[in-house]
T-cell receptor
């Protein structure tokens, strides 16, 4: 069964509004989750690392004030795209690891959220 | 993490074996070789990983060159459901963070 649940799977919003995407770890407690973005025909790009109970770590070039990440519990991380614009339209994907700092464990990914900003 | 090089695309026929190559000439001794695949409109899924020895699981086999500078993912009998983008990723054993850095991958097309 699914290990990671991501919601919603699709969302359409108007320019200037904010959108929240949820990523839930279903089977275990996750102190760390990761958020990726993927544009059409391109690979996944890591946006940020979500840390439970502390601030997220953003990759270079990702605006932390635009992409708000909250990891308030061990099973839920949220990504809020604030003041969305058409260029934010993309496929957003989260991932969760089995165990902290385990190089030998696979990562599990959500099924992604297709965001369209009109 | 060290870089990997994969062909942009490959094509094969249903029920035939598929060999997906990956070059990683700058691999370090502590790098694991991971393979993930992404089906259309879905998140990536884990396929297999290894360090030095060849590995087999229910999904695929991973053949690792003796000098570890290249590896091959083997799908023994491709089905239409195997059509996906396959990513070969190196993951440093000594790095605590579990984030993965994705390259462009190989887009595999399976012909019926």
């Amino acid at each position: 069964g699914a290990v990671v649940s991501q919601h919603p799977s699709r969302v359409i919003c108007k320019s200037g509004t904010s959108v929240k995407i949820e990523c839930r770890s279903l089977d275990f407690q996750a102190t760390t989750m990761f958020w990726y973005r993927q544009f059409p025909k391109q690979s996944l790009m890591l946006m940020a690392t979500s840390n439970e109970g502390s601030k997220a770590t953003y990759e270079q070039g990702v605006e932390k004030d635009k992409f708000l990440i909250n990891h308030a519990s061990l099973t839920l991380s949220t990504l809020t795209v604030t003041s969305a614009h058409p260029e934010d339209s993309s496929f957003y994907i989260c991932s969760v690891g089995w165990a902290s700092n385990s190089y030998n464990s696979p990562l599990h990914f959500g099924n992604g959220t297709r965001l369209t900003v009109t | 993490d060290a870089k990997t090089t994969q062909p942009n695309s490959m094509e094969s026929n249903e029920e035939e074996p598929v060999h997906l190559p990956c070059n990683h000439s700058t691999i370090s001794g502590t790098d694991y070789i991971h393979w993930y695949r992404q089906l259309p409109s879905q998140g990536p899924e884990y396929v297999i990983h290894g360090l030095t020895s060849n590995v087999n699981n229910r999904m695929a086999s991973l053949a690792i060159a003796e000098d570890r500078k290249s590896s091959t993912l083997i799908l023994h009998r491709a089905t239409l459901r195997d059509a996906a983008v396959y990513y070969c990723i190196l993951k440093d054993r000594d790095q605590g963070a579990q984030k993965l850095v994705f390259g462009q991958g190989t887009r595999l097309t399976i012909n019926p």
